[in-house]
């Protein structure tokens, strides 16, 4: 495993990994380093510790000291566990006394663990080896080895994880709209609420992202293939028939399923992002012909850091422990945790990304595997047709509760670039990246950070001033004031501005509501929306430079025709008009309300306007009225302005 691990790094230059560290893997291609090379490396990775003082580095070295912080964590995991267990079964009486000493047992093991994790110091710096960069070959019309990208998946069968999710389907569109000769799409789908996997596939492929393949290419919908399974269980959940049927067929995997949910607890999120991803790798490794396994991360599994190549970051703690501590501690002292475990990172979203990767680096072996790691993904782009979206997640939701009128302030960088990308631009690039990890064998694991922001960037004001434009012009039906809105990093005027144009709205119209007889659900929603604020506030007010230079390098390898099918040039984007298109998005596939629509709720949106309009004024002479009334000197200052207002009014027909 070490000299495969030591090929891959190469390609980063991030992570000096000694043999030691690394699980030995049962490859028969992989051969050990020398006992020279170990000891090479074993005294430069001292002299680095050494020299830097980094502590956290050393972590994933496998050096003296990191054993012991790694040992102390998981050591001091199992001593906790040991000891919540052992105190728990020793209450069983049920009486006060032992409540206390549950208590104490649980205190005392999460201060145990605590003083482990003060102990083991996140790595936070990394020794720079100036990097080398995969030499990319611009396409040549004569170069007669090049393969087209729809040629090459003619005849091969896919495995996608995910692929119920809003990136999976828009794969598996793509593939069976613009490689029609792929062979077979198999589909990870896990059983839900009594429905059969065939039934969930059924009610996918009915959805209206398939509508023009329904159309036009019906039986390309009878190759994608339900595979029920369970990324949470051992094995994925596949039964060995089915493991057996893709270890025979597939070439290509996809790996998308993930939790996205930033507030996810810390065991669960272990378990799909991390744990999910080893157990695909270790299906992986048994599959007699793969050529590509693509790995979808985050831009954000490194927010720690300012800047952000194409490499991959030692984690802050050894993923092997993190692991250990979700199987066996009690999910309260996980929850306890969780804020010291996390660090810097703002969720268990962006932390297990950050440990997946790390964990991919060491388990992949000699699997041919690539990652992207798109930033904020948002509606289509073109395809299958432009602004389609099927959730309200990150930015989505925020628009629609400002197309609503329901959403008018929030914390944010106005000057701050907002690093959003089409959800196809980031399925094509997955598609090529494929096609590039089978076509150039390289013992190099290759990331590709999908962003817009240093290729065609906008700021955060731009998209809510285009967004805004686009509400108005566009209004959903039952609007129920009208669109406007700030950003501020004021943080004490934005809560105020919360409380006077949300909440104390909602309040009023939730009273109304019960006045007539009708379910209160305003302040409800105005909950969630606050929720979902304060999940993006972390992305909103800060801002990060994502290189993106294997993306730009993958893409000036592609042909011509390739590039216009495959499309994943971000600076073909113009902000104005994709901003218009993903509103008519939302509208028609969330709101499912149809074009036919726009007159009446136009009309509305001009009443509203008035209104609003209205009501300022009311609110000003309102206010001036109280003034007024307990300020004899304004009074005083007010009556001397209109009497000389008066007087010069008078003046006016003799001018």
Request: proline share 5%; charged share 20%; net charge positive.
């Amino acid at each position: 495993m070490s000299h495969a691990v030591a090929k891959k790094t190469e390609t980063e230059n991030c992570i000096s990994s000694s043999s030691s560290s690394l699980k030995q893997s049962s490859q028969p291609a992989q051969q050990p380093h020398s006992s020279s090379n170990n000891s090479n490396s074993h005294s430069h990775n001292n002299s680095n510790s050494n020299s830097n003082g980094d502590a956290g580095f050393s972590l994933m070295n496998g050096n003296h000291s990191s054993h012991q912080r790694s040992n102390g964590l998981t050591a001091a995991a199992h001593a906790a566990a040991a000891s919540y267990a052992n105190s728990g079964s020793g209450s069983g009486s049920g009486n006060a006394a032992g409540m206390s000493t549950v208590a104490g047992s649980a205190g005392t093991a999460a201060a145990g663990l605590n003083a482990a994790l003060l102990n083991a110091v996140p790595a936070t710096a990394l020794p720079s080896n100036g990097g080398l960069q995969s030499p990319y070959e611009r396409y040549r019309a004569d170069d007669a080895s090049y393969v087209p990208i729809g040629q090459f998946y003619a005849g091969r069968s896919v495995f996608i994880t995910g692929g119920t999710g809003f990136m999976g389907k828009v794969l598996v569109e793509k593939l069976l709209r613009s490689c029609p000769d792929i062979r077979n799409i198999y589909l990870l789908i896990r059983p839900k609420r009594g429905q059969e996997v065939s039934a969930r596939l059924t009610e996918l492929l009915n959805a209206p992202l398939f509508e023009s393949l329904r159309r036009e290419k019906p039986k390309e919908l009878s190759k994608v293939i339900p595979i029920s399974g369970d990324i949470t269980s051992e094995e994925l959940g596949i039964s060995e028939s089915d493991q057996s049927l893709l270890c025979r067929n597939v070439s290509i995997v996809f790996h998308s399923a993930a939790t996205v949910k930033f507030d996810e607890k810390l065991k669960l999120s272990v378990t799909i992002n991390m744990l999910g991803t080893k157990r695909l790798v270790e299906l992986c490794h048994r599959m007699m012909s793969l050529d590509a396994l693509i790995h979808v991360s985050t831009a954000y599994c490194n927010c720690d850091r300012t800047d952000v190549s194409e490499v991959i970051y030692a984690p802050p703690y050894n993923p092997d422990d993190i692991i250990s501590l979700i199987n066996w501690l009690p999910e309260d002292i996980l929850d306890q945790l969780t804020p010291r475990l996390i660090g810097k990172r703002p969720n268990t979203y962006t932390f297990t990304k950050a440990l997946a990767e790390h964990m991919l680096l060491k388990e992949a072996g000699n699997l041919p595997v690539a990652i992207v790691r798109p930033s904020i993904v948002t509606a289509s782009l073109n395809e299958p047709f432009a602004g389609w979206v099927d959730n309200f997640n990150g930015p989505t939701g925020l628009v629609s509760a400002l197309a609503k009128g329901m959403f008018r302030t929030m914390m944010c960088e106005k000057n701050y670039v907002a690093d959003m990308v089409p959800v196809d631009i980031v399925i094509n690039l997955m598609i090529a990246a494929a096609w590039r990890t089978a076509t150039r064998k390289s013992n190099n694991l290759l990331i590709y950070n999908c962003c817009t922001g240093q290729r065609n960037p906008i700021i955060w004001s731009e998209f809510v001033k285009f967004a805004m434009t686009s509400v108005r012009k566009h209004p959903l039906e039952g609007c129920l004031w009208y669109p406007t809105g700030d950003l501020r990093m004021n943080r004490p005027m934005n809560t105020l501005n919360c409380l006077l144009k949300h909440f104390l709205p909602a309040y009023i119209l939730d009273g109304v509501a019960r006045i007539m007889g009708k379910k209160p659900f305003v302040v409800n929603v105005q909950n969630k929306i606050a929720k979902a604020v304060e999940c993006l506030e972390y992305f909103a007010t800060r801002q990060w430079r994502f290189k993106d230079d294997n993306v730009h390098g993958l893409l000036h390898t592609l042909s011509p025709k390739d590039r216009e099918i495959f499309i994943f040039d971000v600076r073909n984007i113009n902000w104005d008009k994709y901003v218009e298109r993903y509103v008519l998005g939302f509208r028609e596939f969330l709101f499912k309300q149809r074009p036919e629509s726009l007159p009446a709720s136009r009309k509305r949106m001009v009443r509203l306007y008035y209104l609003h309009q209205l009501v300022k004024v009311v609110a000003v002479l309102l206010t001036w009225r109280f003034l007024m009334s307990r300020s004899k000197r304004l009074n005083d200052m007010w009556s001397a302005f209109l009497e000389n207002a008066l007087k010069i009014a008078r003046l006016i027909p003799f001018l």
